[in-house]
């Protein structure tokens, strides 16, 4: 991490294994990161192969393993803006939106199917996830999908143009 103020540099984590998208909590306490590859350590401890994400504190630096599948391919995590979840892209049969507490309990798949769903992002008041989907089979399309309700919506479809990464900004 680098203080943009004092341009001091600081790393964050002990993790061993290669980490992307890192995403801040609402709060700033707190970064949820993707981490990959064969050999992952957190706190000295091997984990299981495959993509996974990791929470770790900003002040102390201590990270803990978010999701814990064997073999999981879990990537692009996301806050919600009230801080109580973490929406993320699963490859299962096709990629589809999860969201998990932040402290890992409570996963919900959100999307089913065999469709390309991910990069989920938060609507201002935590209730919904918009995420880019290959479901029209020509093109990524923005939907929408609500926590209460399974069944996403088309929010922009054009083959003409493809929509990626989504961002909602409160």
Do not use: M
């Not at 700033?28 to 192969?49: A, N």
């Not at 979840?85 to 409570?106: L, M, V």
């Amino acid at each position: 991490i680098v203080d943009l103020r004092t341009k001091q540099r600081r790393v964050l984590t002990s993790i061993v294994g290669d980490a992307y998208e890192p995403a801040w909590s609402p709060d700033g306490q707190h970064l949820v990161l993707w981490v990959r590859g064969k050999r992952v350590t957190i706190g000295g401890v091997r984990k299981p192969e495959g993509d996974h994400l990791v929470t770790c504190e900003v002040a102390s630096g201590a990270c803990q393993l978010l999701t814990k599948g064997r073999n999981a391919e879990d990537q692009s995590p996301q806050w919600s803006f009230d801080g109580k979840w973490i929406a993320f892209a699963r490859r299962g049969i096709g990629w589809n939106i999860w969201i998990t507490r932040r402290d890992g309990t409570e996963e919900k798949r959100l999307t089913k199917g065999e469709a390309e769903d991910s990069y989920p992002t938060w609507s201002p008041d935590s209730q919904s996830v918009v995420f880019q989907s290959w479901r029209s089979g020509a093109s990524f399309d923005l939907y929408e999908v609500k926590l209460d309700d399974e069944a996403p919506r088309a929010l922009a479809r054009t083959d003409a143009v493809e929509e990626h990464q989504p961002v909602w900004v409160k």
